[in-house]
């Protein structure tokens, strides 16, 4: 069965602090790893997606990491505002031929100030 | 260019009564896809359109729940029959070709009340 698991679950830290977020996934077969920003009461956003020859790509503060051994992500926020208070949804998409996703449950950051 | 429209953004049925769930892709994306979110979980695939195609229904509920893309016009999420546990968020996400690395855009999502 695919799954995403994410962690932690939440996490508050003080403006202007960097903070990572962890995603581990048993999807087969791996097609792509997409981080999604979701804030409340809204639809997610996409903030960056990799392919499984992707290590590495950043999006102006985010940057996300993909071991596709391990099966693990992770996404990096450097010098926090309060603007990225928000859920962080690791999603993972198998290779079906076309985009069907799994979701984690995601990290719910709170930066404060 | 606007982005993928849902509306309405509220909705409130009492048990029994019928939910219709609106959602208009982004211009020029023929791909819909409809997700649930219920509260403290992630989102969970529902069914995949193409125009006047279901491509991949194997999240929807068999019973009540129904969807379309006609040629003109929004896809619809039906749910016939509501019943409390068919409160959450539905969001609906579009995109241009359905590939496996093509990125899917949401809309803001319905929020469904079941009283």
């Known amino acids: 069965k695919n799954q995403v698991e994410q962690s932690p679950q939440s996490l508050i830290i003080l403006e202007g602090k960097n903070c990572t977020l962890q995603?581990?996934?048993?999807?087969?077969?791996?097609?792509?790893l997409r981080w999604y920003k979701q804030d409340t009461g809204r639809g997610p956003v996409s903030l960056t997606i990799m392919t499984f020859s992707e290590n590495t790509k950043s999006n102006g503060r985010y940057t996300a990491t993909l071991d596709a051994d391990t099966k693990q992500s992770s996404l990096h926020i450097t010098a926090s505002q309060l603007s990225d208070s928000a859920s962080y949804i690791c999603v993972v998409s198998a290779n079906s031929g076309y985009s069907t996703l799994t979701f984690g449950k995601g990290t719910m950051l709170l930066v404060s100030p | 260019n606007a982005g993928v429209m849902q509306n309405p953004r509220h909705l409130v049925r009492r048990r029994g009564q019928e939910a219709r769930l609106r959602c208009s892709p982004m211009?020029?994306?023929?791909?819909v896809y409809w997700y649930r979110q219920l509260p403290e979980e992630g989102l969970k695939f529902m069914v995949y359109l193409q125009k006047e195609n279901i491509i991949d229904e194997s999240g929807m509920p068999k019973e009540r729940f129904s969807a379309e893309f006609p040629k003109e016009g929004p896809s619809i999420l039906r749910i016939q029959q509501v019943v409390r546990g068919d409160s959450a968020a539905y969001f609906c996400?579009?995109?241009?070709?359905?590939?496996?690395?093509?990125?899917?855009?949401f809309g803001p999502g319905t929020r469904l009340t079941v009283l």
């Open positions: 996400a579009s995109s241009q070709d359905g590939a496996g690395a093509d990125t899917q855009y």
């Open positions: 995603c581990n996934y048993t999807v087969s077969p791996f097609s792509n």
């Open positions: 211009k020029g994306h023929s791909h």
